[in-house]
């Protein structure tokens, strides 16, 4: 069998790393940029819906989401119908920053899908859509305390 997740686990690094560096200069670090662009995306998200995007335990969102928060490119907001729910929603900064980090994105993307045609880029997707779907069954298992069959 292909080892196509370590493939895809090396790719993941490499590109994290390259964003990590190139972050750097607006003091985002260790993934922030990968929570703070879903917060921009969708203001008013809860926690344990980005963790759940994000695919993370709550306990490291919990710990990046209060990162930004304190380097100021988030805000929690009270919801108005359970003030036991914070809300999240990018600031100015936050929002400032979100284009270049979106530039960052297309042009990863762009690059590591260069001379693929448009057809082999759909199939890519798809796939991978697949894989994703059929991971997600396990992380919603081992999430909820119980333990995959080998």
């Keep these: 069998m292909k080892e196509i997740l370590r493939e895809i686990g090396m790719i993941a690094r490499a590109l994290d790393s390259i964003s990590n560096i190139e972050f750097k200069e607006f003091d985002l670090t ?5 929570y703070l662009v879903r917060i921009v995306e969708n203001p008013g998200i ?10 993370v335990d709550r306990t490291t969102a919990a710990r990046a989401i209060k990162k930004l928060e304190i380097n100021g490119f988030i805000e929690k907001n009270d919801d108005q119908y359970n003030k ?14 979100y284009p270049f980090i979106k ?15 448009e057809s082999e880029v759909e199939t890519i997707f798809n796939l991978l859509q697949r894989v994703k ?4 069954k ?11 069959n080998y």
């Excluded at 260790?30 to 990968?34: H, S, V």
């Excluded at 809860?46 to 695919?55: D, F, G, N, P, S």
């Excluded at 036991?84 to 920053?97: A, D, R, S, Y």
Aim: hydrophobic share 30%; proline share 2%.
């Design 103 to 117: 530039k960052e994105n297309d042009y990863s993307n762009m690059t590591a899908l260069s001379g693929f045609s």
């Design 30 to 34: 260790k993934g922030q940029y990968l």
């Design 133 to 136: 779907k059929n991971v997600e």
């Design 46 to 55: 809860i926690q344990e819906k980005l963790a759940e995007t994000i695919k």
């Design 138 to 148: 396990d992380w919603e298992l081992v999430k909820k305390g119980n333990k995959r």
């Design 84 to 97: 036991k729910i914070k809300k999240l929603f990018p600031t100015e900064k936050g929002k400032t920053v």
